[in-house]
Nanobody, 121 residues
Framework: QVQLVESGGGLVQPGGSLRLSCAAS????????TRWYRQAPGKQRELVAL???????NYADSVKGRFIISRDNAKNAVYLQMNNLNAEDTAVYYC???????????????WGQGTQVTVSS
């Protein structure tokens, strides 16, 4: 089963930045319709940013102006640049793709395992 793999999480001080990456677990796999979610302890999973197949981008109000979602087609990866982080951004961040293409097969709604982001002084 093809999965997405997130990386780039960690501990950062308030006001700092992190860049999360999302890539497929196998080579030769592509995906589109990517979304970044986050889930903080005791809270529901929240959609943070999305980059549609057609290039439409949208952000949660809580991260607008601070987070940027982007895609590198050459590396087949999607990124979430997070700036001016604060304690409320502490959560596990997940990427998900509407479609993953592998060996002439299409998988839908594929998720990663998540990466922890902790904002603390």
């Amino acid at each position: 089963q093809v999965q997405l793999v997130e990386s780039g999480g960690g501990l950062v001080q308030p006001g700092g930045s992190l860049r999360l990456s999302c890539a497929a677990s196998e080579s030769g796999v592509s995906f589109d319709g990517t979304r970044w979610y986050r889930q903080a302890p005791g809270k529901q999973r929240e959609l943070v940013a999305l980059l549609s197949t057609g290039g439409y981008i949208n952000y949660a109000d809580s991260v607008k102006g601070r987070f940027i979602i982007s895609r590198d087609n050459a590396k087949n990866a999607v990124y979430l640049q997070m700036n001016n982080l604060n304690a409320e951004d502490t959560a596990v961040y997940y990427c998900a793709a509407d479609r993953v293409f592998s060996n002439h097969r299409v998988f839908t709604d594929v998720w990663g395992q998540g990466t922890q982001v902790t904002v603390s002084s």
